[in-house]
Structure formats: structure tokens, C-alpha cells
């Protein structure tokens, strides 16, 4: 098997020499990329953050002391760090210092809080925590102080914890890094409970942002905006942050994606590429009635996370002056995309086909035998940038995977004859809400957890904005019936993030069972839709 970190499944050694051979895996690290990068680019820039402009030398500089302070404070090899950073370059330069000491970042997002940020730390064993000071208005380094990391490492005020600022050291050579090592921790939607972890070696996730940008055509000329979460694996390697940097392009961090903060960057900075979920797409075009920016820079827009409505995709170019694009994909490692060159009806009415030569697709019924061509099944799916285990997850792992290493997505597919693919649903209980996949068994347990909830199902219900809303159906334990705010409150109180709280509380008296004695979800859901 491939070389990972302890807790971490590798490919088969017959299937990673194929990957090799064909040119997937070329057996360079991140943080030797960006030495390559530097080399080609130089004085060229690499990344803009407001009125600060980094160059590809100046960012390799900084990467270099980052690394070293790293490693003079104790943070080596296959050692884990939550890193729960904003679009900054402080996240940049932490990025490639990771991946040049061998150490690992595990991709906490903003919005995650206690109940996810303890979870991720005790999972992936973390030594660190990296946070903004206050971002959003919340004080990350009071949740720092529940964690018991060995090291707190922020980007602001410090308070009583190291200052990101002064972890530097002398440039100084560094010991190599196996490729075939973890480069990044990924987060998964999750389908039961809690998050699960994904392990991305340098040489899966090298090849992943690389052969993304040629997929959307990428050159140093471009100017790819980051205007999602770029923890997101589709901002930062879809090919994101990630493919930019590798053609030699400008990276242009926005601090938020809405259009008021956004469409002022791609006037000024003359961005050609960014990445949306459907929500915010929708937004922009909207947006566009009244906005006086100038979005003429604009060439493409890439819509994925959440499937898009065909009125959608039909509306981007007019409205945006740009080709769209959708992505179908999942931190898990297949995407899928549409390509530059499709006809108009493959573009608005698909997500995409597979992005490699080598990813295999199945599309299979509920006993694992293939459909046919065009019927709906579960996609599964194995190629050279898609994992074969989640992190320290042997239990489920062994249902998450066909005993020949195909990932079992849990989407609801149907192709047809080009490859491409139309998603119908899903089969894993995971609400999609504006691209933010909420789990519903660990909200489940949360809700339980009130004393005034005796049982609890949640639900998404459509909406025309988000795609779905988060419903908790409840049973009340005794007379008192909790209102929404209430349980909001008692979810905050638990740490968990605020886009996994529901949108709607319906009370019932009781919930509907499958024959098996099970919560049927697909009744609560057709009552209330109807209702």
C-alpha cells in the first residue's frame, strides 16, 4: 500500500505504480511545487489580499520562514493542525510551510465552532490550533482555551497564545517529503454523526488542481477570484487556489462572496475566473440589475456544491457577460465538470462528466448490480485522486467501500451516453443547504440532547434559495413545546456551527415508521411539503 500517516488507507501498490506510469502522480510535493512556481514566476504575483500583493519569490520567502518557525517550535513530520483561517495569506503561507515540513492541516471552515473544532482535534490527534483572533465577531481564542492543544497559533491579537506573526525561523535546507504522504486533511459532509476526515496525498491533490485547470482552460493571464470558504476543497483545488498558482495566474482573496464585496474585485483586479455555490450565483445575477461595476474581466463562472436549476445556468451569461460552468464533485475526490466546448443543453442541463481518464464510474442499484444506461443508481466510483478509507474510520469504512476500494457516494446518478452526469437526489442523509452539507444524525443527537425534545428528525425541505432547509421534527417530552429559538440557543450552547441549526421547528405528536420500525423521512418530508 501507497505511504500514509498512521490511521490513513493508501492504494493498492499494483494501482498507485498505474498511476505513476501514466503520468497522475509525478511525485512532487505541494511545497516543491511552489518552489517550481517561483522559479518560473518570480517577481510575477501570486496572490492579492486587498492593497497587499504577493509575489511568487515573496511568497516562496515567506513559506520558507513559516516552515522554519514551524519546526523550532516543535511541529514536524505527519504532525496535525486544525487550521480554521479566513481567505487571508496567512492561510496561503501556512498551506505550503505544512506541506514543507511533511506536517498536516486539517481544514476546519469559518463557521465551524466547539462541537465541530473538539471533534476535529480529538479525531486527527492535533498538536495545533491556527484561528484568527475574532472573526465574524466571534473570539476563536475562547474556544482555543477548551481544547488543550499544545499549540495555539493566531493571526491577530494573540492574547495568552503564540502570536502566527513571529513563528518564524531561518531559511535552512529541510528534510524531503514523501509525496505519497497526507498533504491535507479534508472535512466530509457526513452522513452519520460527525464529520469524517479525508486524507489527500501531495501526489492525488497535485494532479487533482492540475488537471482541473486544464479542464477550464487556466493560464498565467488569468485572475482567479476565491470568493468561497477557501478551506472548501472547491476553492482551494477545483482548481481554486491550488491551479492558479501551478499556470503561474494571480490568486485575488475576497473576504466574503457577496456580490456588494465581490463585483468591486473584478473591476479592480480584472478577475477572469471564480467559483460559487447555487445560492450565490442566483444572487449575483440578481444583482446585476442594479450593480455598476464592470464584470467585463469575467470569462467564467463555476457553479458547484448544490445541483443548478437549468433556469440558472441558463441565466449566468447574459446576466454576467461569462461562460458557466457546473461542478460536480465531492472532497471525497471525484469531479466532475462540463466542459469549455459543450452544447448549450449539456451545460445547463448536467453536472459534468468525470475529469480523468482513469476515474471509474459505477452506477449501481440497491444490491450493487449496474444499471443501465440512463437509469438512475448509486454512484460509485475509484480513480487516482479519489480516497480508498476516511482517516481513523476502519468501522465505517467497511460500508463506505466495495471490497474493491470503490467509494460508495451515496448520490443518485444517471448517465448518459457522452459520460456526462445528471444527479437525482441522494441516498445518505445529508441535508444540502446552499452547498453547507449538514449531517442529520449528529444535529439528531443534538436536539436529543434538550430536555424538552423526546424525539427528533431532520429533514431538508426545498427552497427556492438554498436548494433546502434545515427542518427539525420533533416530539416533545411532557407538556412544554420548545420554541425554534429556544433549541437555536440550546445547539449554540453545544458549539455547533450556526448553518447546521434548523431553519424550521415543526411539533408533532408523533413521527411516521417504515415497516422496520425506522423514522420515515421520506413521509415527513411529503407531509410537510404538501402541507
Known sequence: MTVLIEGAVGWPDEVAATYRERGYWRGDTLGDLLRTWAERSG???????????????????????????????????DDRVVVQLPNTPEFV????????????PVMALPAHRRSEITHLVELSGAVGYVIPAVYQGFDHRTLAAELGV??????????????????????????????????????????????????????DYAYNARASAEVCGFTAAD??????????????????????????????????????????????????????????ARMWVEATEWAEEDLSSLRLLQVGGAKMDPDLARAVPPALGCAVQQVFGMAEGLLNYTRLGDAPDLVENTQGRPLSPDDEIRVVDPEGRDVALGAVGELLTRGPYTLRGYYRAEQYNATAFTPDGFYRSGDLVRQLPSGHLIVEGRIKDVINRGGEK??????????????????????????????????????????????????????????????????KLVVVDELPLTAVGKISKRDLVARLTDR
Do not use: W
Request: aromatic letters at 4%.
Open 223 to 280: 485572475r482567479y477570484l476565491v470568493a468561497l470558504p477557501i478551506a472548501h476543497n472547491f476553492p482551494l483545488a477545483c482548481p481554486g487556489l491550488l491551479g492558479i498558482l501551478g499556470v503561474g495566474g494571480t490568486a485575488v482573496l475576497a473576504p466574503a462572496p457577496s456580490p456588494d464585496v465581490a463585483f468591486s474585485l473584478i473591476q479592480q483586479e480584472k478577475v477572469t475566473v471564480t467559483a460559487l455555490v447555487p445560492p450565490m
Open 438 to 503: 449538514v449531517p442529520a444524525g449528529e444535529l439528531e443527537d443534538l436536539l436529543l440532547a434538550h430536555p424538552a425534545v423526546a424525539q427528533a428528525a431532520a429533514i431538508g425541505l426545498p427552497d427556492d434559495t438554498l436548494g433546502e432547509l434545515v427542518c427539525a421534527v420533533v416530539v416533545v417530552a411532557g407538556d412544554r413545546r420548545p420554541k425554534l429559538k429556544e433549541l437555536r440557543a440550546h445547539l449554540a450552547d453545544l458549539g455547533l456551527a450556526r448553518f447546521k441549526q434548523p431553519d
Open 93 to 104: 503561507v501556512l498551506l505550503f510551510a505544512m506541506a514543507r515540513i511533511g506536517a498536516v
Open 150 to 203: 499544545e499549540h495555539v497559533l493566531v493571526a491577530g491579537d494573540p492574547g495568552p497564545y503564540t502570536d502566527l506573526s513571529t513563528v518564524v525561523g531561518e531559511r535552512r535546507e529541510l528534510p524531503p517529503v514523501d509525496p505519497e504522504s497526507v498533504a491535507v486533511l479534508l472535512i466530509s459532509g457526513g452522513t452519520t454523526g460527525r464529520p469524517k476526515l479525508i486524507p489527500r496525498t501531495h501526489d
Open 43 to 77: 517577481d510575477d504575483i501570486a496572490v492579492v489580499d486587498g492593497d497587499e500583493r504577493i509575489s511568487y519569490r515573496d511568497l516562496d520567502h515567506r513559506v520558507d520562514v513559516r516552515a522554519a518557525g514551524l519546526l523550532d517550535l516543535g511541529v514536524t513530520r
